[in-house]
């Protein structure tokens, strides 16, 4: 989308204060800079640049009576104590309808070097939640295109969902595929401590001209420090949480919430907080749910904020701190399997171990009782899988695992299956459930 200049030019002018705060850089030890003079008027959050051989830039994680603690967002090669450091005014973003097909920074600027627009209202990027009194509740059932979640796995307005997988087995695809086919006005997508390369081929390739046409990307690679990851995390959920204000339905894509605690640990640490479980300090989970609550239904003449968070979960342990803590917060859970992808099943979804906290209501009597029919021969299969492969199961030993086995390879494959609607997903399922095994092949 064309940019003009005096709309670039007039942001910038906005954004310029006409009061600075001066301090100097006292001590620079590990990463952290010790800044003297800005005590008072700092807060934790705030933004400061360093003037020394370059400028270079941080965020404050902690402050005492005669000092702040600053994390660099770059190198602090050439910084030397004496350097001045100026208070930048409150981190915040302000985003327009014109960001929708970019690729944005966590500074909120366009990162192919375009002119960035600045929108009318500044979205700050820790705000209080919606009050839980105000909220609606989950809107209706969203078409996604893809069989396995507009049936078994459905997603509503304003749910929050966890995808659960470990690294290769799909996350960035599936994503992908949901900003490409997910009913919604706008899509933000945060691509938080990924691969430049991934990045690229994310947006360029996976997305396609469709799903970039009503996407906003934040991006923040994998060599970001992690304030700058944090920051642009939560430049997306602001983004966001503006589009909901204007009555749209949006779709937030966030890959990957573990990234962003693993940011949080960083910054908790080097501040001074005591580690718990595997390093991760308390204030992990307050962080993770302050972030969930920002999203979901909308109050009486808002939008709502449709999320999907991908987690990391290494060796599919989902007892994992990360894994735990989500999975206690969001209205579902979403798991990706290695064995299933290794077979070539994707959405390598595991029906059984995911589930989809808007059911049974976001179905009707009819669609839940096929649904109960087809997870019991799932699960019937499942149990006998060992027997089944290794050819002990003894045909006619138990009906419906018999009965599982005839139409495993009809369910198996109806889960990888796209449809133009719920309905037409739903009316697939009931052939290959029904007792008619020519209407199953079809």
Same mark, same amino acid.
């Given at each position: ?14 954004? =310029? ?89 966590? @500074? ?26 105000? +909220? ?41 595929? =949901? ?40 991006? #923040?690679?994998? %060599? %970001? ?22 009555? =749209? ?9 573990? *990234?962003?605690? %693993? ?14 479980? *595997? ?6 989970? +307050? ?12 109050? %009486? ?26 999975? #206690?917060?969001? @209205? ?10 290794? *077979?070539? +099943? ?6 059984? *171990? ?27 299969? @499942? ?44 009316? +697939? ?14």
């Amino acid at each position: 989308m064309a940019i003009g200049l005096a709309e670039a030019v007039k942001g910038g002018v906005e954004s =310029l204060s006409p009061v600075k705060t001066w301090g100097s850089v006292d001590a620079i030890n590990g990463g952290v800079i010790r800044i003297t003079g800005i005590s008072r008027n700092a807060r934790i959050g705030d933004r400061v640049m360093f003037q020394g051989s370059e400028r270079t830039f941080g965020e404050i994680i902690a402050i005492a009576e005669s000092e702040a603690l600053a994390m660099p967002d770059s190198g602090i090669a050439g910084m030397s104590p004496g350097d001045r450091a100026y208070l930048c005014p409150p981190a915040s973003v302000r985003p327009c309808s014109a960001w929708i097909g970019e690729v944005i920074s966590s @500074d909120g600027v366009f990162l192919n070097g375009a002119p960035t627009p600045k929108g009318e209202r500044r979205m700050p990027l820790a705000p209080a939640g919606v009050p839980a009194t105000k +909220r609606r509740g989950l809107g209706e059932r969203l078409n996604t295109g893809l069989a396995p979640f507009d049936t078994f796995l459905p997603i509503c307005k304003g749910q929050r969902i966890g995808i659960f997988a470990g690294a290769g087995v799909g996350k960035s695809s599936l994503i992908a595929t =949901l900003a490409n086919k997910m009913a919604a006005d706008v899509v933000i997508i945060a691509l938080i401590g990924e691969r430049s390369r991934e990045v690229r081929d994310f947006v360029l390739d996976s997305m396609g001209p469709e799903g970039r046409s009503r996407s906003i990307v934040f991006a #923040s690679t994998c %060599d %970001d420090p992690a304030p700058t990851k944090r920051r642009c995390a939560l430049s997306a959920v602001a983004a966001a949480e503006y589009f909901r204000d204007q009555g =749209l339905q949006v779709l937030l894509l966030f890959d990957s919430i573990t *990234r962003y605690a %693993d940011a949080h640990r960083e910054i908790a640490l080097t501040a001074g907080e005591t580690p718990s479980l *595997r390093a991760y300090p308390p204030s992990t989970f +307050r962080e993770l749910a302050s972030l969930a609550e920002r999203t979901g239904p909308g109050i %009486d003449g808002a939008g709502d904020i449709t999320a999907l968070f991908t987690v990391l979960v290494a060796g599919s342990d989902m007892e994992e701190p990360i894994a735990d803590m989500v999975r #206690s917060i969001l @209205d579902g859970h979403f798991i990706l399997e290695r064995e299933i992808a290794e *077979r070539g +099943r994707f959405p390598a979804v595991n029906i059984r *171990r995911s589930v989809s906290r808007c059911l049974p209501h976001a179905a009707t009597a009819e669609e839940n009782k096929l649904l109960l029919k087809a997870r019991n021969l799932i699960a019937a299969y @499942d149990e006998s899988s060992a027997m089944i492969q290794t050819g002990l199961y003894a045909a006619g030993s138990n009906p419906t695992v018999d009965r599982a086995i005839e139409i495993w390879p009809h369910l198996d494959g109806f889960i990888s299956d796209e449809y133009e609607s719920i309905s037409a997903s739903f009316e +697939r399922l009931d052939k290959i459930l029904g007792d008619n095994n020519e209407a199953a092949s079809m």
